[in-house]
């Protein structure tokens, strides 16, 4: 399906991209496109299994937003042995207490309220299902805090999913210095894909879910081309004889978009990588596309240039 929802309030028609960044050279390892209304964690670990692929190494630990932080996600890529860091999705309950104020022991099967009453009566849904804790309706009827922790008129119930020991595995790992570290580095995915908006995938060229992968991998290639062409200028400039004139002419930018500072040949070698990026697209997919859009009243320009507008993403 086409149609997606980002928030209770924005819509989008299109795709989703899911992207996998190696954290310490920001270098795309990894590219999916997801159908518009399907959940950004759908795919995590195929997308795990392409970046190891890409990269030729082993993952050690995937780092994901909020959204990979669902039990079924965590149950996964623990059935693999893999480490996954992300946040556990927040539990509300209006104006009344959250899930998070109970005291939840698994190995003695019982909760603790925040008034200080215990429960242990569970109620299973069936076997590798979810359940939850029941209070004793007297306890809750006479509980001074009743108002802040039942709106109904029943007693409060706690539900337990599945994967509620992984969930609670992954609180406490994140409240460490090495979870916070993990969740504060997340961000390097964030400038992956701010370099695939600007390259132009914001909207989609073709129809279809095959092009427009192959057009979201066109985009990461241009982008890691890009990144590791301006490393090499920034490890080779000290180097150089900045006094010589030949020298000052080579690293004096010439076209620099949004002020970046690149020098003559890295903008004539991203130039370079960006046309031909753009020329394949047009020779390989341009006849399809155009008689697909032809049919809709859609026009596309002949050329594409990466300032064009995008195809939304997400991660």
């Known amino acids: ?22 954290m ?15 959940g950004d964690q759908q795919q995590a670990l195929e997308l795990v299994h392409q970046a190891e692929r890409v990269m030729e190494a082993q993952v050690e630990e ?26 556990v999705p927040a539990s509300h309950n209006g104006d009344c207490f959250p899930k998070t104020a109970f005291a939840i022991d698994l190995d003695r099967m019982e909760v603790r309220c925040p008034a200080g009453q ?18 004793a309706d007297a306890t809750c009827q006479a509980c001074p805090l009743r108002s802040q922790c039942v709106g ?13 020991r992984l969930q609670q595995q992954a609180r406490s790992y994140n409240q460490t210095e090495v979870g916070k570290k993990s969740l504060r580095e997340r961000v390097v995915v964030e400038h992956g894909i701010a370099r695939l908006v600007r390259l132009g995938i914001r909207q989609s060229r ?22 590791v062409v301006g490393f090499c200028h920034r490890e080779q400039k000290p180097a ?10 080579l690293l004096t930018p010439t076209y ?12 004539l070698w991203t130039s370079w990588i960006r046309d031909s990026y753009f020329l394949l697209q047009h020779t390989v997919f341009g006849l399809p596309g155009m008689a697909a859009c032809s049919s809709t009243d859609f026009s596309y320009p002949r050329f594409f240039r990466p300032e064009t507008g995008g195809f939304w993403t997400d991660f």
Do not use: W
């Open 1 to 22: 399906m086409r149609h997606g929802r980002k928030s209770a309030s924005k819509t989008f028609n299109g795709h989703k991209t899911a992207v996998a960044v190696d």
């Open 24 to 38: 310490e050279s920001q270098l795309i390892c990894g590219v999916e496109v997801l159908a518009g209304n399907a």
């Open 62 to 87: 995937t780092v994901g937003d909020c959204a990979y932080g669902g039990g079924p996600t965590r149950k996964a890529f623990a059935d693999e042995q893999r480490l996954l860091t992300a946040k």
């Open 118 to 135: 215990i429960t242990t009566t569970y109620k299973s849904s069936g076997q590798n299902r979810a359940g939850h804790f029941v209070f």
């Open 152 to 164: 109904g008129q029943g007693p409060r119930s706690i539900n337990i999913q599945h994967e509620e």
């Open 206 to 227: 073709y129809f279809g879910k095959t092009k427009t992968r192959f057009q979201v991998i066109m985009a990461a290639v241009v982008a890691n081309m890009s990144l």
């Open 240 to 249: 150089m004889n900045t006094s010589d004139p030949v020298v000052q002419a």
């Open 256 to 267: 620099a978009p949004n002020g970046a500072q690149n020098g003559f040949l890295a903008v």
